[in-house]
């Protein structure tokens, strides 16, 4: 036999009994055995370099450390799921469901919520070729030689119909039992160990050295798919189940139920099981099965409809306020956080909990010394659950004061009649909300300042040379050049970058002003409907409710907005430092034949994001909707374009692709 064909017979052999351990749970040799074989392949390939395969069992050793990840654009957002805490409301999301659906019992695909670290791994030709991390959700990092080091992954798909591309969606994690044992270890070498498996498994997954990626415990389980070409399963449980024919390690307690009282059944065995798993979990997921009915049901944000996560009761532990402070944020909201004795609770050490508002604090009744239970779970920022009011007879408490000016500006302080939050009056001109305030009007989607980072406005407003966003287009190339890494070159692009930014939208300008809760399609439907910003100025509250998507609290955050004289000052030196539009009523006819059409728009695209593609056409007129429906006027297909554009096939509508849609947005 060649050298090539023991180095591939080899490889086949290990990969078998990888997927008997990995996936079936049920090796058939001991692991003296698979050392042996391993170690075997190992010296052939290094007296034989040259026959090295890159998904060889080997090469899950790690690789050349990187200097840094590159950035990844999932071809399919990764969307989060909505969670729920209480029974009723699981019950409320599994009867909009079954109202959608026609069978007369929906069935939903259940499984654990692992705690750990959400990726996308994708196969062509049964190949890894790319892994990467979750990130906002639309961008992430590309942690390929990282995902390859983990042991129950497998470089190479096997069996039969495997999709030519096929993105798996699943979870990064860390065993118990593995978490302890490398702990262990880091407590011996003196450094510090992980709080948690989850914070143990996503600091492992982002090692630029991919050597040390691979020395740490991590596991793999697939939940769900992403783009794919081809033909799979119409059942999301039959998906996995592919998948896991497939050599992909799935979760055993994955099921399929249909009916309330066996959903909660589910809910509740998981939950008994859980101390004996070999995994942390913190909940339950549940997804509608039927994948024709999720598309149906669609999504609502960054989340969706037909799947929801069922979290455990948080985890609770007993402190003392020993004092309350306010914080200001971006949009003036004053918050009082209770400054705790700190507790370890939910895996990690908490010394602060938010009290959210003033109606918060009254219906907890706490007072400054009190001792409370505080809830943390996950990621939610820890609370204050209940106060142990019998415990004060032997504490110190006083009453909690809300200050009468914002404690960072002095400014007046406002409470808008229906909200509970208080804010800081100070606007643009209060310190804490200055630096976010104008990181959020040179943002992408406000005036799209190229070359303004986070922490080059940071440093503006350190050194006192913007105090406000008007501010900024009387800097010159000499003064920004003045400070730490910034050049000449860097200095004049800058300068360039605001002068082209003065030519935008009235949507796009209302949008940056950062007004509370006015985001892209509100400052849309505002720019629409009054076509000036002097009308929006001199709008009253019931004149602004009559906008699309204008509500009471709405209107009163615009209303009050240009109530503010040094509010209005800044828009005023705004527009005298050149920022202008087209105005509305100067449109051409032509130019607003979009009015009444519906778009949706699906994929990915290379010269225009989908989110810039949604603002222009409605900037035009037209509705963009998330899904397909027989109202459809047009879909505007990318790359990786999957159901909606075979469901606009379906119907007949008329399908656009990039090039179509930017000459149509061009014209």
Known sequence: MTVKNQIKELSALLEEYNYQYYVLDHPSVPDSEYDRIFQELQKLEQENPDLISANSPTQKVGGAALSKFEQVTHRMPMLSLDNVFEEQ?????????????????TAFCIEPKLDGLAASIIYENGLLVQAATRGDGQTGENVTENVKTIANIPLKLRGENIPPLLEVRGEVFMLKAGFNKLNEGLIKAGEKPFVNPRNAAAGSLRQLDSKVAAARPLAFYCYAVGVFEGDLAGSQFERIQQLKGWGLPVSEEVKRVAGESNCHAYYQAIQEKRPGLAYEIDGVVYKVDDISLQEKLGFVARAPRWATAYKFPAEEAVTEVENVEFQVGRTGAITPV?????????????????????????RLGILIGDQVVVRRAGDVIPQVARVLVDKRETQITREIEFPAVCPVCESTVERIEGEATIRCAGGLYCEAQRKEAIKHFASRKALDIDGLGNKLVELLVDEKMIQDPAQLFSLTAAQISSLPRMGEVSAKKLVNSLQVSKKTTLARFLYSLGIREVGEATANNLANHYKTIEAIENAGVEDLKSVSDVGE?????IYYFFRQEHNIEVVSSLIDAGIHWPLIEDIQESELTLSGKIFVITGSFNKMSRSDIKTALQALGAKVAGSVSKKTTTVVAGEAAGSKLTKAQDLGIEIMDETAVLALLNA
């Open 89 to 105: 409301t699981l019950n409320d999301f599994m009867q909009r469901a079954m109202d959608k659906s026609s069978l007369a019992e």
């Open 338 to 362: 209770a400054k705790l004795k700190p507790v370890f609770v939910g895996g990690v050490t908490v010394s602060n909990a938010t009290l959210h508002n003033k109606d918060e604090i009254e």
């Open 553 to 557: 609290i709405v209107a009163k955050h």
